[in-house]
Nanobody, 126 residues
Framework: QVQLVESGGDSVQAGGSLRLSCAAS????????MGWFRQAPGNAREEVAIIYHDGDVTDYARSVQGRFTVYQDNAKNTVYLQMDSVKPEDTAMYYC???????????????????WGQGTQVTVSS
C-alpha cells in the first residue's frame, strides 16, 4: 500500500514562489511515475508535472513550463514541485499521485495513477 501526503500549499501573491512536497511511504512498483495534478472549482483535474521513478525524465503542462520544476529526493522518498512566477490561474487544489508506467511511459492522465494524496490548496492573488 502506498500513502502520499502533500504539504506546502499556501496563499501567495502573483509573481511569488511556493514549494510543494509529497512524502511517499511504500513503493507502487519497481518502475513507476509520480505526478502533480491540480483541480480548480468547476474544472477537471489536470496534469501539472510528471517525473519518472529514476528522476531522469520529466514532463510539464504547457501552462507551467519554464515556471514550475518537479524533482525528487529518493533518500527522503519525497517529490517536490517548485512553483515560481505563480499566476492567479495557478490557484487550485494540488494533488500528488503515483502509478505504474504504461507501455514504458508516464502519461499525464489522472486515470493512470492508482494512489493519490489528500491535496494541498494553493491560492494566488493578483
Amino acid at each position: 500500500q502506498v500513502q502520499l501526503v502533500e504539504s506546502g500549499g499556501d496563499s501567495v501573491q502573483a509573481g511569488g514562489s511556493l514549494r510543494l512536497s509529497c512524502a511517499a511511504s511504500g513503493s507502487p512498483a519497481r518502475d513507476f511515475c509520480m505526478g502533480w495534478f491540480r483541480q480548480a472549482p468547476g474544472n477537471a483535474r489536470e496534469e501539472v508535472a510528471i517525473i519518472y521513478h529514476d528522476g531522469d525524465v520529466t514532463d510539464y503542462a504547457r501552462s507551467v513550463q519554464g515556471r514550475f520544476t518537479v524533482y525528487q529526493d529518493n533518500a527522503k522518498n519525497t517529490v517536490y514541485l517548485q512553483m515560481d512566477s505563480v499566476k492567479p490561474e495557478d490557484t487550485a487544489m494540488y494533488y500528488c499521485a503515483a502509478g505504474p508506467l504504461l507501455y514504458g511511459y508516464c502519461r499525464g492522465v489522472p486515470g493512470d495513477f492508482d494512489y493519490w494524496g489528500q491535496g494541498t490548496q494553493v491560492t494566488v492573488s493578483s
